[in-house]
């Protein structure tokens, strides 16, 4: 499995930015993925899954409202469209999959199967 994140930059508090993660490798039926962030000094934590049959999703409650997950289909794509930036989204974002099998339920722990190589988001005030 490769999953391959870009999108990433230098924002200002308030600006959008769409982060795009490249999935490769397998089928993903009975899985999720998602996002999870790391800022400096801190643990990676859970921002945003999908499933990726359904397409139901799992928000953490800091980005609820202001970030919004979405699945390509088609191209094997996952997007985190976040928007209303803080300083405090500032975190390496990390791509991810997990498998759910059939009816499993979006994780937030940090321990899912596979990882992308991340990629930075500054929020400067």
């Known amino acids: 499995v490769q999953l391959v994140e870009s999108g990433g930059g230098l924002v200002q508090t308030g600006d959008s930015l769409r982060l795009s993660c490249a999935a490769s490798?397998?089928?993903?039926?009975?899985?999720?993925l998602g996002w999870f962030r790391q800022a400096p000094g801190q643990e990676r934590e859970f921002v945003a899954g999908?499933?990726?049959?359904?397409?139901?999703?799992a928000y953490a409650d800091s980005v609820q409202g202001r970030f919004t997950i979405s699945r390509d289909i088609a191209k094997l794509m996952v997007h985190l469209q976040m928007s209303s930036l803080k300083p405090e989204d500032t975190a390496v974002y990390y791509c991810a999959t997990d498998y759910l099998g059939t009816y499993g339920q979006i994780r937030v722990r940090n321990d899912w199967d596979y990882w992308g190589q991340g990629t930075q988001v500054t929020v400067s005030s």
């Open positions: 999908i499933r990726w049959s359904n397409g139901s999703t």
């Open positions: 490798g397998r089928t993903f039926k009975n899985y999720a």
